[in-house]
């Protein structure tokens, strides 16, 4: 081969608009400086779950305003580097007209999309699930790009049972998970990659070990083979924890120490950023959890947050879809983003959960 055709990249990066620095620099937008991620892309039937426990109801204009009380809210930027939004909300406005994108955007807070469209029973494994969404993918991100999206996130979900993952339930979520990033660096839009372990069970924080041990083999081994630019790529993890309706449930310290071992087991120094789902744990868990791994130091990734119950439930639970209640759901989320930045920094103490924010 010539000398000037080696040095060329003769790979598909070439051919495609992907900037691999622009894509790293959006990544450490999301989540560097002590920033996080809000999760607030419930597809319509979550929220409307979500909506139930407060006894509002889920109307196009109810899920507007909800939004539009978490997004609007004085101060988050110093805390919230991207928000990942559903379709309906990304072509949403604010109720002075301006998209939500271009408002969240004009802030400083990336704007993001959720792209599957949801986890399906995987055909001859019983219990298990596969996440659909990849069939005209492509004009979709393009269409995104267009509409302000700069991220993206795939949910992969990982049930534990007594015979359950097959090793097969892993390799097809992420080779899944894989096609979806390549096509997303393909159209310049970071990939959240989040392969979820379940937490619900009863299992032993060791089996939540081993279990996230082998999703992240599949999901590593997946994106080499995509040829995913890791620099370019958020991972969101579950954290190493037990079952929650387990006998003997692991402490803090443990759930924290299991976790960095997990992820220093098989998350290369080169991805940019590990944000964290919350995945069912009461937002003090979700942000003393955080707080210790980061205070342990001398991490090679960012390690953030990228929470959506343990960042709303407390402002959802405020707000009780009344008028009224609009600041003290905002009040509610900006101490959870506040506390998390902190818990990012690893300069986070539980004693500051029960004094004035
Ligand atoms: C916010 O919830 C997200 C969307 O869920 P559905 O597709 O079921 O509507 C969810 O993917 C979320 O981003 C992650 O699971 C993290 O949220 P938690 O609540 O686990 O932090």
């Given at each position: 081969m010539a000398f000037f055709a080696m040095l060329r990249r003769p790979d598909w990066l070439e051919k495609t608009r992907m900037n691999r620095n622009e894509l790293n620099a959006v990544a450490l937008a999301m989540v560097g400086n002590g920033k996080g991620i809000l999760a607030a892309d419930e597809s319509t039937p979550t929220i409307g779950k979500r909506f139930a426990t407060i006894n509002t109801e889920s109307t196009e204009a109810s899920r507007q305003r909800y939004r539009e009380m978490l997004f609007t809210t004085p101060g988050i930027a110093d805390y919230i580097g991207g928000v990942i939004l559903f379709d309906e909300t990304l072509r949403q406005s604010t109720?002075?007209?301006?998209?939500f994108a271009k408002y969240l955007d004009d802030l400083g807070i990336i704007p993001g999309i959720k792209v599957d469209t949801g986890a399906k029973p995987l055909a001859g494994f019983p219990g298990e699930t596969v996440t659909e969404g990849l069939d005209g993918l492509r004009d979709r991100l393009t269409e995104y790009y267009e509409l302000g999206a700069r991220f993206a996130k795939w949910r992969a979900v990982i049930n534990i049972g007594a015979d359950i993952p097959s090793d097969f339930c892993m390799q097809a979520n992420g080779r899944a998970l894989a096609r979806y990033a390549a096509l997303c660096q393909e159209a310049n839009i970071v990939p959240i990659v989040e392969p979820e372990v379940l937490m619900d069970g009863d299992h032993s924080i060791a089996r939540c070990e081993e279990v996230t041990d082998a999703a992240l083999d599949a999901l590593f081994s997946a994106l080499a083979e995509h040829k995913v630019?890791?620099?370019?790529i958020i991972l969101k993890p579950n954290m190493v924890i037990s079952g929650s309706v387990a006998a003997d449930r692991a402490g803090p310290a443990e759930v924290a120490a299991a976790t960095l071992r997990c992820l220093q087991a098989h998350?290369?120094?080169?991805?940019?950023g590990i944000a964290f789902l919350?995945?069912?744990?009461t937002a003090e868990e979700a942000t003393e959890h955080l707080d210790i791994m980061n205070k342990t130091g001398d991490l090679p990734?960012?390690?953030?947050f990228s929470y959506g119950r343990a960042l709303q439930a407390p402002a959802l639970d405020a707000w009780q879809g009344q008028e009224d209640n609009f600041a003290a759901g905002q009040a509610a989320l900006f101490k959870r983003a506040k506390f998390n930045s902190l818990a990012h920094a690893g300069s986070f103490d539980t004693a500051m959960e029960s004094a004035t924010v």
């Open positions: 109720s002075d007209g301006v998209p630019v890791l620099e370019g998350v290369p120094a080169n991805v940019p919350s995945g069912g744990q990734w960012e390690l953030s």
